[in-house]
């Protein structure tokens, strides 16, 4: 197996990567809009294609970002949401053309040709909560079938398409607070039954009928059982989606944080041992099928953890950033 390229996306200087595992960092090349100053890029998120992992995308507040080249540099994309903030992304498992992103104010945009046209897809999310305006804050593509694709919104719960993207459902709340519809993360996780994972900030939320009901999943609180036990990203091992990873912390940005690993599809749930342990709450997860047993972690504030066997060892790495909000790693090319 080759080494393991590692992105972040930080708060402040853009995207750093590392083509060696971890061990030594680079900050990436961007280019940078006319009003953007160097090294104050916000980059929220980043997705690797799945039909070409050299190919990478990043969402920021100056706007949308590609990399053909694992990592190393990023072009500015042409896009009708320039100056909105991207909080989500996806790229069709198939056709790295075809891009999904999701912004705050909370929009829905979908290309098919790498950005040359957009449409804004009828999502047609709350645009106001309690919390402010709502973000479109995660998108996947239902591995059974890519028309499907299902979309969180925070705080305005899950949405549904079977259609890719000309129509859309929104699933029944998850419960009577407004917490319960706070969505973080979704993924699913194919088997027998499917589930279906959104994340809050009150913890895991799961449905086994497509959406239809809910069941909630709480972990252990942190100080005292005083609070909330916040949950963030989710991660599924590439080769057994019955072992889940959840990012968690007391709060956001939290103090402390824990990663929560169940190996029987969330019937029963252990915390990984960190070492130190957390300044913050742990906010992604990262895997790519190339090697399923390395998954990579990180703290909003800046700390890096990884694993080499499917989530039972973590070491922190050296390294460590001010904040991180984006999060992906792919296989390093044998060229570099």
């Known amino acids: 197996m080759n080494e393991h390229t590692i992105c972040v996306g930080t708060v402040g200087s853009g995207v750093w990567y590392s083509s060696d595992s971890g061990a030594h960092w680079r900050q990436a090349k961007m280019d940078l809009p006319f009003d953007a100053e160097p090294g104050e890029i916000l980059v929220r998120h980043i997705v690797s294609a799945p039909s070409n992992p050299s190919i990478l995308l990043a969402g920021s507040d100056a706007g949308l970002y590609r990399s053909k080249d694992s990592g190393r540099s990023w072009a500015l994309v042409?896009?009708?949401?320039?100056?909105?903030?991207?909080?989500s992304l996806?790229?069709?498992?198939?056709?790295?053309?075809?891009?999904?992103?999701?912004?705050?104010p909370p929009s829905l945009y979908k290309t098919c040709n790498g950005g040359k046209n957009w449409?804004?897809?009828?999502?047609?999310?709350a645009k106001e909560c309690f919390a402010g305006a709502p973000k479109v804050t995660s998108i996947v593509f239902d591995p059974r079938d890519d028309q499907t694709i299902w979309v969180g919104v925070e705080i305005d719960g899950v949405y549904k398409t079977k259609d890719g993207g000309?129509?859309?459902k929104q699933t029944p709340k998850r419960g009577d607070s407004p917490l319960n519809?706070?969505?973080?993360?979704?993924?699913?996780?194919?088997?027998e039954p499917t589930r279906v994972l959104a994340t809050t900030p009150d913890g895991l939320w799961t449905s086994t009928d497509e959406g239809e009901t809910?069941?909630?999943?709480?972990f252990p609180k942190f100080f005292g059982n005083k609070g909330i036990s916040y949950c963030r990203g989710i991660a599924l091992k590439a080769n057994d989606k019955k072992v889940t990873l959840i990012a968690n912390g007391n709060t956001i940005p939290g103090k402390t944080g824990a990663i929560r690993v169940s190996i029987d599809e969330g019937k029963s749930w252990n915390s990984a041992k960190l070492s130190p342990p957390p300044n913050s709450t742990i906010y992604w997860l990262a895997v790519h099928p190339s090697d399923p047993n390395f998954i990579v972690a990180n703290t909003l504030y800046g700390y890096i953890y990884i694993s080499k066997d499917g989530g039972n060892i973590w070491e922190k790495l050296e390294r460590e950033f001010g904040e991180v909000r984006g999060l992906a790693w792919i296989p390093t090319p044998e060229s570099l």
């Open 119 to 125: 449409e804004e897809l009828p999502l047609n999310p």
């Open 90 to 104: 996806a790229i069709h498992p198939n056709d790295p053309e075809t891009i999904l992103v999701g912004t705050k």
């Open 181 to 191: 519809d706070d969505i973080h993360c979704v993924e699913v996780a194919v088997g």
């Open 214 to 218: 809910w069941r909630l999943q709480e």
């Open 166 to 168: 000309n129509t859309w």
């Open 78 to 87: 042409d896009s009708p949401f320039y100056g909105t903030h991207i909080w």
